[in-house]
């Protein structure tokens, strides 16, 4: 088993109440059904923290509210819904002390909403997917207690477009990025064109007008398919195309 499961199962077994952090634009893909199940055998508490919901629609955010209970719904880079968060915990906690572990996909955002809770600082950030490496406590006040985990994904989950798209695998890191972003394209297309001003029918064509477009470009005047996709990879994963 990697280590990061041993720390992720720690923070299971220690924690009173869980977090799962999700990406607003892409909830069902970040949900892990893994760990959901892990919570549900130990018969713990989960709080589903929908993260990024200022890159997404707000009838989106409407119908996701509708479908998972109990959720909160914030932005940690913009400070939105922290102090709700910090309620709702409290509230499930039955407003005694109360240990949360804050569990989640790789790149979702978990350090960026304990900062956003804890202050400034408090936990280790990078826009590469996978930059916590262990296990971190962090006081949030007198009452709350974060244990942080590093990000994981489903372990027999091998889907390289899903996480490309979720930001799972970092897009300097992921092995085959013209296919994960050729996935992207196909179902994300009307954002794509807008966001780069091009236009295309089939995604590979549009792969090519965006490589043309940002004079990414090989020997003898080919378009630098992979330098592009992981270009596209990159906009897509720091959050710079919004939904």
Known sequence: MPSFWKHVNKVLR????????????????????????????????????????????????????KKL??????????????????????????????????????????????NALAGKGKARTSAESGYTKGFQKIR???????????????RKEKDIIKHGKTGAISYAKIKDPETAVLGLIEDKKELIVKYYQIEGNGAEEILENIALKLRKLRKKGLPDLEGTARSILKDWQTGKIKV
């Open 14 to 65: 220690d924690a009173d109440l869980l977090i799962e952090v999700l990406d607003a634009r892409m909830v069902q893909e970040t949900r892990n059904f893994e760990i959901e199940r892990k919570v549900k055998q130990l018969e713990k508490k989960l709080l589903y923290v929908v993260n990024k919901c200022d890159l997404a629609k707000k009838e989106d955010l409407e119908q996701i509210k």
């Open 69 to 114: 209970t109990p959720s909160v719904f914030i932005s940690s880079t913009e400070h939105l819904g922290t102090t709700i968060l910090k309620k709702k915990i409290l509230e499930l906690s039955k407003g005694k002390s109360v240990i949360v572990g804050v569990l989640g996909y790789p790149n979702v955002g978990k350090s960026s909403l304990i």
């Open 140 to 154: 949030v006040d007198q009452k709350i207690m974060l244990l942080d985990t590093p990000g994981v994904f489903p």
